[in-house]
Nanobody, 121 residues
């Protein structure tokens, strides 16, 4: 599967963005999907994931209540809605596909190219 992330940009603190991850080659319904991010000088970290079987979502504590992951199998796309953004959310955001929900990047087999989110104070 090929993943194409989009939707990043520059936003002021408190604003919102919706990231999209469009898949091609295979259906996203075949995978557990996740978003990760990598800030300047930081390691890649888990943001959120959604199960392929029951749609249950999992979020990093720092994003709970602000970030929502969702999937639209008909559009073969996964989304990350981000609200109340903070400067510390600035990072390149990556979507990933894998065989199970996990918080470790190494557990995902397929990655999008990343989309940059910059939150100004």
């Amino acid at each position: 599967v090929q993943l194409q992330a989009s939707g990043g940009g520059l936003v002021q603190a408190g604003g919102s963005l919706r990231l999209s991850c469009a898949a091609s080659g295979r259906a996203v319904s075949n995978f557990d999907m996740a978003w990760f991010r990598q800030g300047p000088g930081k390691e890649r970290e888990f943001v959120a994931a959604i199960s392929r079987t029951d749609g249950i979502t999992y979020s990093k504590d720092s994003g709970k209540g602000r970030f929502t992951i969702a999937r639209d199998n008909a559009k073969n796309t996964v989304y990350l809605q981000m609200n109340s953004l903070k400067p510390e959310d600035t990072a390149v955001y990556y979507c990933a596909a894998g065989p199970s929900v996990a918080v470790k990047a190494s557990d995902y087999d397929y990655w999008g190219q990343g989309t940059l989110v910059t939150v100004s104070s």
